[in-house]
């Protein structure tokens, strides 16, 4: 059965930094793009940042570019997103998926096969 398992949420404070993972259990989403979205309460999922199968190319939120990084490693079958310079309104479960559709990996649309989230809280 398909499984991803994110971790590496937590409290931090404003201007801090986290380090998510998304670990794919059964090694399937090798050939696949893959994200992540959060959501915050009372809010929709939204995109956050996208990764090429190969690790190019890479997508980002405009809310979080130039401060977070999209990484995998095809070694540990996992998914990483670097955070830094955290900001309350950071504050949302994240989640991965696997984009099993072609089109925008924008699209939340696109994607299938979501891990159970990490919540994420950045205090000021």
């Known amino acids: 059965q398909v499984q991803l398992v994110e971790s590496g949420g937590g409290l931090v404070q404003a201007g801090g930094s986290l380090r998510l993972s998304c670990a794919d259990s059964?090694?399937?989403?090798?050939?696949?793009?893959m994200g992540w979205f959060r959501q915050a309460p009372g809010k929709e999922r939204e995109f956050v940042a996208a990764?090429?199968?190969?690790?190019?190319?890479?997508w980002y939120a405009d809310s979080v570019k130039g401060r977070f990084t999209i990484s995998r490693d095809h070694a540990k079958n996992t998914l990483y997103l670097q955070m830094n310079s955290l900001e309350p309104g950071d504050t949302a479960v994240y989640y991965c998926?696997?984009?099993?559709?072609?089109?925008?990996?924008?699209?939340?649309?696109?994607?299938?096969?979501w891990g159970q989230g990490t919540q994420v809280t950045v205090s000021s």
């Open positions: 059964t090694h399937t989403f090798k050939d696949y793009n």
């Open positions: 998926g696997v984009q099993t559709y072609s089109g925008s990996s924008y699209d939340i649309s696109r994607y299938e096969h």
């Open positions: 990764i090429g199968w190969s690790g190019r190319p890479s």
